[in-house]
């Protein structure tokens, strides 16, 4: 598959597929909460409810997918741009038009959603910066992680190919002695710059070092990956 720095990556059908199973289990965990809400019985056993592990499972694809791409990237301030302007681009026009729509259902009809403008910030939501609680759309919290790990990302690859993988794992050094410190608790900006979700990307990013550097198997990138996010799972709830 990819073996060098001097052969172009290819897209892997193969994490495709296993973003779709990720965000079939995100879905699945969710339908109990709307049974309760809206049907006022449950169909489905609580134990769907572990199917939040999906998001753990895209965060360490995302760590993958940051990688592979940015194989071959120079580094450049130009270079470095234009990754976090592709990166921004596929996040915030799709999330801005859902998170109107959130907006304008709350203006018409506060109590149809659990959104509290005393306690969230409008602004902050739109930006998809760390706040106390939730943003406005609670399920863009996960948008918040990500685009803190493409901004992560953007400044390592500043740097010469060489240095990445020791940047990235300086970054958790400073993830995990932040936590040790207790400096997570003094802001929400803090706790997302060292959240131990970060440990999650961390993991993908290593898991595309050694697929790029001859581990060739596709089949087998599926199954590391899939063990991956399962294991940054239990770390997470373990450091919780």
Known sequence: MVSSLNIAPVKLVNIQA????AALMVV???LPTMEAKHAGDALLPMSVMLGISGVDLFFVISGFIMVYVTWQSQNSLRKAGEFLFARATRIYPIYWIVALAVLLAWIIKPGILSFDAEQ??????FALWP???FPML???WTLIHEMYFYL???LIILFAHKWRLLLLSLWMAIVMGGNVLGWSSMSPEMALVLHPLSMEFFMGAVAAWLFLSGYKSGGAVMVTLGVLGWLAAIIYLVTL
């Open 131 to 133: 706040q106390d609680g």
């Open 152 to 154: 992560v990302f953007t």
């Open 28 to 30: 699945i965990t969710h």
């Open 138 to 140: 609670k399920v863009a």
């Open 120 to 125: 969230t910030s409008v602004i902050k939501s």
């Open 18 to 21: 296993l973003r779709g199973l």
